[in-house]
């Protein structure tokens, strides 16, 4: 399985420790291995909260100094739909706050470790893909890394060009088996030779979808009607969840 990323927002750093400590014993239990990110305010999160994807898990305490954590929760949640909010808190009196950041459920202090057995599990099971993740081999090593990063793929001679926020990765695996292993509905195949995370399309240019890092796509002549039409369903669906 691949690695789970989770991170721990809480002022006081004993509470921080303790909660790190319960998620390692249970990650050692399943054979997960969890990154743990400590932060001890909603604004040193957010600083280093910069793409989606980057964490899978956070688990948020509610009243710190300063941002509280359904504010921070609040600006995370803009971000990125998919990560998994849990909040930590002395009383479950925050429905409508839950309501409003999608938060996935509330662990109340002082936390034991089967309410931390079961958060993660749930998340885990919730997930679309486990971790929402793509593996691939690369010049003989292989890669994981989230399907958040990615912004489209494309073929390239005999090659697939994984194209992310980051770096191009360049891999011999077939796009129809990509696309199988991505198995996402953020995902669309535009054209024969690329396939497109809905995510990062900025809008609609004649026969192209424009990215937001400024590159075109262009979409398949022989299927253009449905294709736009399927980024129209996307984009409606996903206003509609975020409402």
Sequence with gaps: MPELSIAICDDLIEERIHLAKLIQAYCKKCALSPQIHLFSSGEELLEAFTQ??????????????????????????????????????????????????QASDYLVKPIQAEGVAQAIDWCLEHMPKPLRQLAVLVEGEQRTFPLAVIQYIDVYGHQSRIHTN??????????????????????????????????????????????????????????????????IDWTYLKAWKQE
């Design 52 to 101: 989606p994807g980057l964490f899978q898990i956070i688990f948020l305490d509610i009243y710190m100094p300063g941002m509280s954590g359904v504010d921070a929760a609040k600006k995370i949640r803009a971000m990125d739909s998919s990560v998994f909010l849990l909040f930590a808190t002395t009383s479950q009196d925050h429905g409508m706050d839950s309501f409003q950041v």
């Design 166 to 231: 980051q770096e191009l990765i360049v891999t011999r695996r077939g796009l129809d088996d990509l696309e199988a292993a991505i198995d996402s509905p953020d995902f669309l195949r535009c054209h024969r030779s690329y396939l497109v995370n809905m995510n990062y399309i900025q809008g609609m240019e004649g026969n192209d979808f424009r990215m937001s890092d400024d590159s075109l796509v262009p979409i398949g002549s022989t299927h253009t009607t449905q294709i736009r039409n399927s980024f």
